[in-house]
């Protein structure tokens, strides 16, 4: 397993490559030696997954299609992240109807990653399946919320391991 990392701007050129970055695309507008550098990690093979900071604003959704789009397209990202929110799977859904279609035609070549969130290990199960059933043309990947989301220590046991034992058994091959 490679765990994506999500470096702070003063510490970029510090963290060892795991060959997986996240990165925001608010900074990604906001800061140029941020940009180069996942620009940089895009072009020598690392993968790079574009994701927006709304779980962390409580659901205060500062970006748009055509946003995420430039920031995709300005750092050659490989995965884009459908605003989530994590005590409000509906929310979820909703953002991924609003931002899956357009982000599909501006971003052809971009996966498209959606975060399953739930309060329960039955809750995330029914959530994952949901959105596979229901979603699964604007799904390329799903993200498992891992220190931001405490409702996975929920979960009896290890909840990631539980979420990906699930993931496991219900998404497609």
């Known amino acids: 397993m490679r765990v994506a990392i999500n470096a702070p701007i003063n510490g970029l050129d510090m963290v060892p490559s795991t060959g997986l970055w996240l990165?925001?695309?608010e900074l990604v507008?906001?800061?140029?030696?941020?940009?180069?550098?996942?620009?940089k990690r895009s072009?020598?093979?690392?993968?790079?997954?574009?994701?927006t900071p709304v779980h962390e604003k409580k659901g205060k959704v500062s970006t748009s299609p055509s946003l995420l789009y430039q920031a995709a397209n300005a750092i050659g990202a490989q995965y884009v992240v459908i605003p989530?929110?994590?005590?409000?799977?509906?929310?979820?859904?909703?953002?991924?109807?609003?931002?899956?279609?357009?982000l599909r035609t501006l971003i052809p070549d971009a996966k498209l990653m959606f975060v399953i969130h739930?309060?329960?290990?039955?809750?995330?199960?029914?959530?994952?399946?949901?959105?596979?059933?229901?979603y699964s043309h604007l799904i390329d990947a799903?993200?498992?919320?891992?220190?931001?989301?405490?409702?996975?220590?929920n979960f009896t046991g290890d909840g990631r391991l539980d979420a990906l034992s699930v993931c496991a058994q219900i998404c497609p091959k």
């Open 142 to 153: 799903i993200g498992i919320p891992f220190i931001a989301s405490p409702s996975l220590n």
């Open 23 to 25: 990165c925001l695309d």
């Open 29 to 39: 507008r906001e800061s140029k030696t941020y940009t180069e550098f996942h620009q």
């Open 43 to 51: 072009q020598i093979g690392d993968i790079v997954i574009l994701d």
């Open 84 to 102: 989530d929110l994590d005590e409000d799977f509906e929310s979820s859904l909703e953002a991924l109807e609003d931002y899956g279609p357009p």
């Open 118 to 134: 739930g309060n329960s290990l039955s809750e995330f199960k029914h959530n994952l399946s949901l959105a596979l059933t229901r």
